[in-house]
């Protein structure tokens, strides 16, 4: 894994795609290229209230990564300095075999360069000091990157203030 | 070259702020405002999808003059003068001959409004319209009924509240960012949502409690939560007593609405209703029923909205935080708001609108606002006078007035008809003259006064050059102007010039806006006293359950409920709404956009469906007494059983936008003309239609 992790607070997603839309943007891409996706699963009923789910997909970035290995001219490669997996487009010949290669699809075919892009983490941006695009413009604050050491504790959070203002409650009376 | 430009977004007219980076002439990112709370980088995906406007070549690139017949889609390209004299020479033999009257312009309400309110001024003309009546004339008329304000001059402290109930107000998918935010800083809190709709939305997964209510009877929901209030006392006393007049009178008309009458009318169950009485009651007065957003479903609408802002009366929620809040502006802080063009002196009108509102036929719709859907028929009747010219300035009548084919007649009848816009929208494509708007990235626009808890001016601000040969609305308006001889009405040449008139005599500056994009009158919020500083502007000073308004103009402020009928066997009720990629009729062609979402489908509840034999993504028609179309069925069990759904502003006409062209259906071609001709809403939700497979 990269030093990084992005985490996506399901609760606060409501599936809107601007994520991916910033990721495109701020790639330039054409219509069909798509670095990262949110996938909805829903709504269903549950005990008579609907609930969705919205996963948020952009890469991984795995320790061993399928593309790296796969990718013949050395293209696909991993960051020394924390993990990141991206492409170098000077040595991308188009072959598409990183896509084949990675379990999940995540790099993508860009037409209109002839060549494969895939989410790096906006390398560019981070190195500038900036978060990437999709965390930056996500419409509800639900996505956040940074170092692994500084990762949120959002879910025990909440679950914690749940148990306070409910059982907790309940057991002082 | 890199620049950073605060501005505006306009990819909806929700004005989010943004900043723009600039590199080398090009628009390479955009953001929310990181300045503005609530905003703090996050766009909604047609806000992120804005560079995808800038740069679509598939918008109206430079004037054009129509060649063939009316929508045909010949057309030439024209140069902005030869364009701009042959609008100016039809308009002023309009005028010469018909007076000024007869040309009626429409547009969505924005930042120029003040500038095309002047135009009409000055060629005396009273017929202005915005959308705003299509969308929700009925809740204007409402609050004003209620307090004396629009509900443009009030809002909602989302972030504070501990309870909102929505009717459909799908807020989690008809985005406006800051709203969205702000809410979900509440639920993180604690606070609960309610949420009541025929059809599942994103809104509803998020929703403490939902209810799949009976379409079109939320009016009866309400009145047995009234009724419940009223018996178990649980209103806010100290506030009803002191600013609510017309209790005795609510007390006598609520008595047969029980909750077990309205389980029978909404499907709801009753104990249900009573528990959300009483819940919403311990958490009073943060509490907000929501107004809605789009009130426009039926005939009865005025009173289905009053319905609404009477438990919030009752809750104590109007002005108190969690609640609602009236907007304070600039005046409160002892500051001035920025110059319209409308303060000039200009001609005496003797004419009656196009609509008649504000005459005995039509009297309580907003003049300011006007009501569009009313344009064809006038048209067509020539009452209460012929019409001859149509501006539709980023409005489209053909999809946002129910009834395209009865548009399209009245359209026909015309001698002209321009577009103001950007794209080419179904107007443009079915207009004489196309004269295309810059996008909002390319232009400086007039100043948004934002009154709020705190007063505010926001700034649209050019971020760079026009791509195109494309102009500001306001010049397009200014140069038509001069060819009539009203150019002396229009004193800017360019929208720098305009912005710095607007800002003599409030103390900023047009610089004052570089470092953040706005500025703020004062630094706190300001919230009235509620014990004795509300400032209701009703003739009583108070809350008008029972209203001067409405009666005053031989309207009751009590009818009697007229039960919602359940469609005729084998017809279905047809809803229509939004989701998060599209704004109205207006994004359909962004490349970005419609990659996402590029045409729309009917949902249908899958019992019903199953009985019709019509399987999940099949092709059906759709037919209603007006129109048909042929649409892929979604079947699925997140819609009742009466109503099929689907989402507006698709199945478009101009054949150059090729992306949405005769991309699903458009909703507007199934539905009737017909309005609460109380509130002034067009009554979208009383369309019956049959589905059948093909
Ligand atoms: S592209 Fe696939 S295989 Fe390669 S790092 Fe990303 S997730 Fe792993
Ligand atoms: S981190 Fe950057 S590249 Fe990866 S999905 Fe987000 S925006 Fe796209
Ligand atoms: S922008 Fe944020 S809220 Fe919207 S889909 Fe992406 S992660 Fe979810
Ligand atoms: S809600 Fe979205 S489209 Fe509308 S102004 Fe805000 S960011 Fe732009």
Redesign the pocket.
Same mark, same amino acid.
């Given at each position: 894994m990269s030093k990084y992790f992005m985490l996506q607070d399901q609760q606060k997603c409501i599936g809107c795609h601007s994520c991916e839309i910033a990721c495109k943007t701020n790639k330039g891409l054409p219509a069909g290229t798509r670095p990262c996706q949110v996938i909805q699963v829903g709504p269903k009923f549950f005990n008579g209230r609907p609930r969705a789910s919205f996963i948020f997909m952009p890469c991984f970035h795995c320790e061993n990564p399928w593309c790296v290995s796969a990718c013949p001219t050395g293209a696909m490669q991993r960051r020394e300095k924390d993990g990141i997996v991206f492409v170098d487009h000077n040595l991308c010949v188009g072959c598409k075999t990183c896509i084949s290669a990675c379990p999940w699809g995540a790099p993508q075919w860009n037409p209109e360069i002839g060549k494969v892009v895939k989410c790096d983490y906006c390398m560019d941006r981070i190195d500038a000091g900036l978060r990437p695009a999709c965390v930056t413009v996500c419409?509800t604050h639900c996505l956040s990157f940074g170092e692994t050491e500084t990762m949120p504790v959002v879910k025990r959070d909440r679950y914690a203030r749940a148990m306070a203002s409910t059982k907790g409650a309940a057991h002082l009376e | 070259m890199e620049k950073e430009v605060y501005s @505006? #977004?306009?990819?909806?007219? =929700?004005? #989010?702020p943004?900043r723009v980076l600039v590199k080398d002439g090009q628009v390479k990112w955009i953001e %929310?405002n990181p300045q503005v709370a609530g905003m703090e980088g996050? @766009? #909604?995906?047609? %806000?992120?999808a %804005?560079i995808s406007l800038l740069y679509d070549d598939q918008r109206v690139k430079s004037p054009m003059i129509r060649v063939g017949e009316r929508g045909s889609g010949h057309w030439r390209k024209a140069s902005w003068d030869e364009a701009l004299d042959y609008v100016g020479d039809k308009l002023k033999d309009i005028i010469e001959k018909h007076g000024g009257h007869s040309v009626v312009l429409g547009e969505r309400t924005q930042l120029a409004t003040h500038v095309s309110k002047t135009f009409l001024k000055a060629i005396k003309s009273p017929n202005h319209f915005t959308h705003d009546a299509l969308c929700k004339g009925s809740v204007n008329t409402a609050c004003r009924s209620l307090f004396g304000y629009t509900d443009a001059q009030m809002s909602m402290d989302y972030k504070n509240t501990k309870h909102i109930v929505m009717y459909g107000r799908n807020l989690f998918e008809a @985005?406006? =960012?800051?709203p969205v935010n702000n809410l979900m800083v509440a639920l993180e809190k604690g606070a609960k949502l309610t949420y009541i709709d025929p059809r599942v939305t994103i809104t509803a997964t998020k929703a403490n409690r939902y209810w799949m209510i009976r379409p079109g009877t939320d009016l009866a929901l309400n009145y047995a939560l009234i009724h419940v209030i009223l018996k178990e006392r649980l209103y806010d006393a100290a506030y009803v007593d002191r600013w609510v007049q017309g209790m005795p009178e609510l007390q006598d008309f609520i008595h047969p609405y029980t909750p077990e009458w309205a389980e029978k009318e909404t499907g709801i169950a009753a104990n249900g209703i009573v528990d959300l009485a009483r819940e919403l009651s311990q958490d009073k007065p943060s509490v907000i029923f929501h107004f809605g957003y789009r009130g426009a479903n039926h005939p009865n609408e005025i009173y289905m909205r009053r319905s609404v802002m009477i438990l919030n009366s009752l809750m104590g929620s109007m002005e108190a935080p969690g609640g609602y809040f009236f907007k304070k502006g600039p005046g409160e802080e002892g500051g001035k708001p920025a110059r319209k063009l409308t303060e000039q002196e200009f001609p005496k009108i003797e004419v009656p609108r196009f609509d008649k509102v504000g005459t005995p036929d039509f009297p309580l719709p907003d003049p300011n606002h006007g009501v569009g859907q009313m344009l064809p028929r006038a048209i067509l009747d020539e009452d209460p006078y012929p019409i001859k010219a149509l501006i539709a300035y980023r409005f489209d009548p053909l999809m946002s007035i129910p009834d395209t084919s009865l548009t399209k007649k009245a359209l026909d009848k015309l001698d002209l008809v321009v577009a103001i816009d950007i794209n080419y929208s179904d107007i443009a494509w079915y207009s004489d003259v196309i004269l295309p708007e810059s996008t909002y990235l390319e232009r400086t626009d007039s100043i948004q006064q934002a009154n709020g808890l705190k007063p505010q001016m926001f700034l649209r601000k050019q971020a760079v050059e026009p791509r195109y040969d494309t102009r500001d609305g306001a010049v397009i308006l200014k140069q038509i102007g001069e060819r009539l001889g009203i150019g002396n009405y229009f004193p800017f040449e360019n929208m720098d010039e305009l912005v710095a008139w607007q800002l003599e005599g409030t103390g900023f500056t047009m610089e004052d806006f570089a470092e953040k994009g706005f500025v703020a009158y004062g630094k706190k919020q300001i919230f009235w006293d509620r014990k004795t500083g509300i400032k209701f502007k009703t003739p009583s000073g108070k809350i008008e359950f029972k209203s001067s308004l409405l009666e005053d103009a031989g309207f009751e402020s009590f009818p009697a409920y007229e039960p919602m009928p359940s469609p005729p066997d084998g017809q279905f009720r047809l809803v229509v709404g939004r989701n998060a990629l599209h704004?109205h009729c207006s994004t359909q062609n962004n490349p970005y956009l419609n990659e996402l979402c590029s045409e729309n489908e009917l949902w249908i509840n899958e019992k019903k469906a199953e009985k019709l034999g019509i399987g999940n993504g099949d092709m059906v028609e759709v037919k209603s007494n007006k129109g048909s179309g042929k649409i892929v069925a979604k079947v699925t069990e997140l819609i009742h059983p009466e109503s099929v759904f689907m989402f507006h502003g698709f199945g478009h006409e101009a054949e150059k936008a090729a992306r949405s062209y005769k991309k699903g259906i458009n909703d507007a071609l199934l539905m009737d003309n017909i309005s609460d001709m109380i509130g002034g809403s067009p009554a979208m939700h009383e369309t019956f239609v049959t589905v059948k497979p093909v």
């Open positions: 419409t | @505006l #977004c306009f990819m909806c007219s =929700v004005r #989010c943004i %929310g996050s @766009l #909604c995906p047609r %806000g992120s %804005g @985005l406006e =960012v800051k704004t």
